[in-house]
């Protein structure tokens, strides 16, 4: 049961008829319960709204920490996202740079085959040329035997 400062300051004791309570004094002392009484529910009262208060302050604080812990963790969500994409992007990159790579890797091949190629055409084409070219010489020169021999024949035989 809860005694308010107002109940003790109306409360009266009983009186024994011969050695009685000095009034007086009894209402002096209930008058100080009655103060301290009251300080104290102020005191409550005022202690009970600080911890509403703050109560009110935690929460609101809660709910700021849980708002950025929810950011922090998007915010490395993202980042990861992006670190994967960025790698996914790069793989990209290097797997078209080595399909590049392979086909400029196939063409030079290609080019130096076919250069091979017209190189050992040429060369056939110069062998037979050179065959060729000293089989004329060498006829002509055959040739200028027998004309020159004919000629000196014929030069002989005009002075016989």
Do not use: C, W
């Amino acid at each position: 049961m809860k005694i308010t400062p107002l109940e003790i300051r109306k409360f009266s004791f009983r009186t024994k008829a011969i050695n009685g309570l000095d009034p007086d004094h009894v209402d002096s002392f209930l008058q100080q319960i009655a103060s301290q009484v009251e300080e104290q529910t102020r005191e409550n009262t005022f202690l009970s709204s600080r911890v509403k208060d703050l109560e009110t302050q935690l929460d609101r604080y809660k709910k700021i920490d849980q708002t950025l812990n929810e950011t922090l963790l998007t915010a490395q969500r993202a980042t990861d996202d992006a670190r994967a994409n960025a790698q996914k992007e790069a793989e990209l990159i290097i797997k078209d740079a080595q399909v590049r790579a392979d086909s400029y890797e196939s063409k030079s091949r290609e080019r130096v085959y076919k250069f091979a190629s017209e190189i050992r055409a040429l060369s056939a084409q110069k062998e037979s040329f050179i065959l060729r070219f000293r089989s004329f010489l060498t006829d002509q020169i055959k040739y200028l035997d027998v004309m020159t021999k004919n000629l000196n024949d014929n030069i002989d035989g005009e002075k016989s």
